[in-house]
């Protein structure tokens, strides 16, 4: 029913502008900066975002350092790659997926009230009570769900560019940048 | 096709990633290194509210790193005064925890606790890694010239530390090696030994006893309140890198 000729024609506008190739572009670099941005710290830093791992008490010791010295550089990495627009969506789907673990692990302390600082930016402790590090955790799950949003655009437009495309799944000039 | 270049993608981006967190952890300082490894024991364990812990509501603390761990009664529990719920195995039962006689016949008021006695002991626990251990403690084994270790990260002790401990960050990759030097140092794994991080929810110090207690030192003293104590209690500072 939703893909009848009128119903496409109601939502046409709204999807061209949420698919439209100078939005994914902003999109793209918004995010990607995001993520340098946040994986800057940790990459200068691992002990310290070992211990910020540590206090979300999720994962087992033998993986702690391990993920404090690899996640950050994932992030950096597709934080480039979407500031490029190189493999723009594999980019994409790595930030989506980080961002989905963040949020679970998140969920879960929320869930058990384990009030921790988030690491997110800023691997420093602040001076924070318990009731104002669960609400900025709750803070960071809606910017997250937000950042997620991000990632759907640049995964639909990518998608509907190279349906239209047809083999060439570039997003600008023919140039490979999936 | 498509789904083979994405896992060709994603693989060569993890890949590069990985190459870029070993040579940056190879080149790295030492006080930015961390093992590949790590030794955590609580890594799992969810530290209780401090309200449902039936403990003192938790304060602010300036630069405690920790937000969760429960915040242990001031040295007036006679009972287990070093006992700590996340920190002593589950399966170790509360009975079995005597604190010594010098830490349990701790004065009970602030008033009382201003004057420690010069005479007091601290006596080896090798039934546990660590007693825990107020100011006025820190201050007579400062006064004794106790060998004290700092298990913040070695940046924040460059800033200030108490004069004359040793920088030993849990979290820094070299940890593990200063911990085993020691041993050939000819330190008496039986004397008591002060160990302090910030205090508050702070699990550094109890990590770094935890070391201690494995290759046999039955001494570790863990300074409760840490160095914003020594802070507010206007004690000397010394600030420097470690050597």
């Known amino acids: ?178 | 096709m498509i789904n083979r270049r994405f896992f060709v993608e994603a693989l060569t981006l993890v890949a590069s990633a990985i190459l870029c967190a070993v040579v940056a952890n190879l080149v790295a300082a030492r006080d930015r290194k961390v093992a590949w490894v790590g030794d955590y024991k609580n890594a799992l364990t969810v530290p209780p509210r401090a309200s449902s812990a039936g403990a003192a509501a938790v304060p602010k603390s300036a630069s405690a790193p920790l937000e969760s761990f429960p915040q242990l009664p001031v040295t007036t529990a006679p009972a287990a005064p070093g006992f700590n719920p996340i920190l002593e195995p589950a399966s170790r039962p509360a009975a079995a925890i005597v604190a010594p006689a010098a830490i349990a016949a701790r004065p009970s008021t602030a008033a009382e606790r201003t004057a420690p006695s010069p005479a007091k002991t601290f006596p080896p626990h090798p039934d546990r890694p660590f007693t825990e251990i107020s100011g006025e403690d820190v201050a007579l084994l400062f006064q004794r010239k106790a060998t004290i270790f700092d298990a913040r990260r070695s940046s924040v002790y460059a800033e200030g530390h108490i004069p004359g401990s040793r920088s030993f960050s849990v979290w820094e990759a070299d940890i593990d090696d200063k911990v085993k030097d020691l041993l050939s140092e000819g330190l008496d794994p039986e004397a008591p030994v002060v160990i302090y991080c910030t205090g508050g929810h702070c699990e550094d110090s109890h990590m770094l006893a935890e070391k201690l207690y494995k290759i046999g030192f039955n001494g570790a003293l863990v300074y409760k309140d840490g160095f914003p104590d020594w802070q507010k209690r206007g004690s000397p500072v010394e600030t420097g890198m470690p050597k």
């Open chain 1, 1 to 178: 029913m939703s893909s009848s000729p009128a119903a496409s024609e109601r939502s046409g506008a709204g999807q061209r502008w949420f698919l439209h190739p100078w939005l994914t572009v902003r999109v793209s670099i918004a995010l990607g900066a995001i993520f340098v941005a946040a994986a800057l710290p940790k990459v200068v830093d691992p002990p310290s975002f070992a211990h910020m791992i540590y206090n979300y008490r999720l994962i087992p010791a033998p993986f702690l350092n391990l993920m404090a010295l690899l996640m950050p550089w994932i992030e950096m990495l597709a934080g480039v790659a979407l500031i490029l627009g190189i493999w723009r969506r594999t980019a994409a789907l790595l930030v989506g997926a980080l961002l989905s673990v963040f949020i679970v692990a998140i969920g879960i302390n929320i869930g058990r009230d384990n009030a921790v600082n988030c690491g997110c930016f800023d691997l420093k402790s602040a001076d924070k009570s318990q009731e104002e590090l669960m609400g900025e955790m709750k803070f960071v799950v809606v910017r997250d769900v937000a950042m997620l949003v991000m990632v759907a655009q640049i995964l639909a437009a990518t998608r509907a560019n190279r349906n239209l495309r047809g083999r060439e799944d570039s997003l600008f000039g023919g140039e490979e940048s999936s």
